[in-house]
């Protein structure tokens, strides 16, 4: 294997930990919940083990389950193409008694695939939270108080026909069949979504296929887990070898550096890069941590001139991760180099802290029109790194969701301030500011927004309920009034989440008392900014950061959410261009309306007449202004529901926008007109002086 195999490593380094737990797989067929899944089964001690829906049955064979779960997904079985279970799946789950459950999709999945008939739902299927029926002599409700509950639906489609040796377990009040079993086959199907916690019994009915229909034995703890992967180390790295371990700053790096540092002590050279993208005096305040608290052995090298210069004229997310991915890796060569020069040998391997939702969400489930979930980003730790990688990788974390990396850290002793810390993204500040980041002064404004905005989450108390909250560099401009004078500044976003790992997110619901403080500090004290939006979009559809891509076709540069076609999401950029467009549209309709004013005092018509003449004034403005307001609203979701608008464009929609203001000038001079010519007895054909 060679060293830049770094996939033929990664699934080599996978099956380590898998391999000495009791396994729960999870079969991904693309829905937005699918981690959750995963998360859930874990919540309850049983590790899970996350794969595409359309893996081989060697592979999953190689997985050795002892239970396995189909998640939901975006298709339809009945559909050609739609995604299905390797052959001889049954077969093999039978054969080894392995219960299967499916979620949604999943159990359509199951029904179609045994001889049951899957339909489109008649009356366009069932979504939000609603009621179900079950049967209480059922072995998947064994136990369950009340024939009803309350859960989660999402489906367009439903079984309207059961395979032989299947029965019905559950209905919806609409009449469709929301679970089913197959008791001697331990088979079951569930058409809601129990993952989800507006399910209200879900976590139950996970734990009860988990413990009671499956009898997995809950052997997933953290305490075991760190003795294993410190075990894991001894291995790896031989008696003499030492390695370079990348930190960040962050609690994923630390936590691994620490884990590292305890098995091989002075072997391990830390690397602490400051590559120009580094939030305000982060440098300086890690560098500080990491020797009073940590007493891990860094050496900071400043690599920002070399990066920025690399990244100029770069706006796609994808390229700003691979480009600072290699930069990280130059650097490490280089720095691996001097080592040798001083050690006699070089170092063979390279300390990460990548985590397991770094690798779900660099390998796709099926039916995405791509190969290994649609790739939502490179990330920095996975898809960022070079095919030439000259280090064997370290990954200690590979394996874990965010709050299992927590847990362990408090067990390896790593301070509570490092534990509480929000995450931050690999390639830094770059996917922070939406475009180029050498242009604009972007990571100075950026820098100083995040600080005002952090700090006064702090002060209000509300750091620690936030999973993560950070500023975006929008390449917008807005028109503003700050010092009683006319401003055209940058439009700045904040945003914050709440989650347990990272892999699901809700925003958080700032009072706006705290929203209008925040907004008015940054304003009044940051140079370049006159508008703040607050981003309200949940992951899914949204991802936690911010990454526009671009796509170029036909020669036009567009934008979109890395999650979908979209950019920032419909609402998130709604805001933006609501207030920008919102802004515009008075102006220019202000001005218009004196305009008209001075334009009819120009043809003679007196004072007293004009402002009889106001309520259509009043009236024909207000329209002019809707009209500014809506074209621009629908411009905005035009921009980022079809992907056929790029920033770019905002100029251009703008100007548009006020020509549609003028045209409603001109409305309102003719209305001028007719109203006073009425009045006055006059003609619209008759000459005016």
Same mark, same amino acid.
């Given at each position: ?15 380590? #930990? ?218 790896? #790295? ?240 807005? #028109? ?210």
């Amino acid at each position: 294997m060679g060293k830049g195999d770094t996939s033929e490593k990664a699934a080599t380094m996978s099956h380590g #930990v898998f391999s000495r737990h009791t396994v729960c797989l999870v079969l991904d067929y693309g829905s937005q919940y699918t981690q959750l899944i995963a998360r859930r089964i874990r919540d309850n001690g049983v590790l899970s083990m996350l794969l595409p829906g359309d893996v081989s049955l060697d592979r999953i064979k190689e997985a050795q389950p002892k239970a396995i779960i189909l998640s939901g997904g975006p298709n339809s079985v009945h559909v050609e193409g739609a995604p299905r279970l390797p052959d001889g799946f049954f077969e093999y789950c039978d054969e080894h008694s392995i219960p299967v459950l499916g979620i949604c999709y999943g159990m359509q999945l199951i029904v179609h695939t045994l001889g049951g008939e899957v339909k489109s739902a008649t009356g366009g299927g069932e979504y939000g939270r609603m009621p179900v029926h079950t049967v209480s002599d059922s072995i998947l409700y064994e136990g369950v108080d009340g024939p009803s509950q309350l859960v989660w639906m999402s489906h367009g489609d439903e079984a309207v026909r059961l395979p032989d040796g299947f029965v019905c377990v559950g209905k919806s009040e609409q009449g469709a069949v929301v679970a089913i079993e197959s008791p001697s086959r331990k088979i079951f199907g569930l058409q809601y979504h129990p993952e989800v916690v507006h399910s209200e019994r879900g976590g139950e009915t996970i734990k009860h296929f988990l413990f009671d229909l499956a009898q997995l034995s809950g052997d997933w703890k953290m305490e075991n887990v760190l003795e294993e992967e410190m075990e894991k180390v001894r291995k790896q #790295v031989g008696p003499k070898d030492h390695v370079i371990c990348a930190l960040s700053g962050g609690v994923d790096s630390t936590v691994a550096a620490t884990l590292v540092h305890k098995v091989l002590g002075d072997r391990l050279h830390c690397v602490f890069v400051d590559n120009g993208l580094l939030r305000y005096k982060e440098g300086e305040r890690v560098m500080s941590t990491f020797k009073e608290h940590l007493h891990l052995p860094v050496t900071k090298i400043d690599d920002s001139k070399r990066m920025l210069s690399k990244l100029a004229g770069v706006s796609d997310p994808e390229k700003k991760r691979k480009t600072i991915g290699a930069g990280f890796i130059d650097v490490f060569s280089e720095f691996a180099t001097k080592l040798e020069n001083e050690l006699g040998h070089k170092p063979k391997f390279l300390v990460q802290g990548t985590l397991y939702p770094d690798v779900i969400e660099s390998c796709p489930p099926p039916g995405k029109g791509q190969k290994h979930s649609h790739t939502i980003k490179s990330h920095h730790n996975v898809g960022g790194l070079p095919e030439d990688l000259q280090f064997d990788l370290i990954e200690p974390l590979r394996e874990l969701f965010k709050d299992e990396v927590r847990a362990m850290g408090r067990l390896l002793g790593v301070p509570e301030q490092f534990i509480a810390r929000h995450p931050f993204p690999g390639p830094g500040l770059a996917v922070r500011v939406l475009g180029d980041v050498t242009e604009n002064n972007a990571l100075d404004i950026l820098r100083d927004v995040d600080e005002v905005y952090i700090n006064a989450i702090k002060e209000h108390g509300l750091y620690d309920k936030i999973w993560q909250a950070f500023a975006v560099f929008l390449p917008i401009k807005s #028109v503003g009034v700050q010092g009683d004078q006319r401003t055209h500044s940058y439009v700045v976003g904040l945003r914050a989440v709440t989650s347990s790992d990272g892999m699901t997110a809700d925003w958080y619901p700032f009072e706006p008392s705290f929203l209008q403080y925040v907004s008015t500090k940054i304003c009044n004290t940051i140079r370049g900014v006159n508008r703040v939006v607050y981003d309200v979009t949940s992951k899914p559809p949204g991802t936690i950061d911010l990454c526009i891509m671009e796509d170029h076709r036909e020669g036009e540069s567009t934008t979109k959410q890395s999650t979908s076609q979209h950019a920032l999401t419909p609402y998130s950029l709604l805001s933006i261009g609501s207030a920008a467009f919102a802004g515009a549209a008075v102006l220019t309709g202000t001005t218009h309306y004196y305009g008209t004013a001075k334009a009819l005092s120009k043809e003679g018509i007196p004072p007293s007449s004009r402002y009889q003449a106001f309520p259509v004034a009043a009236k024909a403005l207000t329209v002019s202004t809707l009209g500014c307001v809506l074209f621009g609203a629908l411009a905005a979701w035009g921009m980022t529901s079809f992907g056929q608008v790029g920033y770019k464009s905002v100029g251009v929609s703008i100007s548009d926008a006020i020509s549609l203001a003028k045209q409603q000038r001109e409305i309102i001079q003719n209305e001028f007109r007719k109203r006073l010519q009425s009045s006055s007895g006059q003609h619209p054909n008759d000459d005016q002086p």
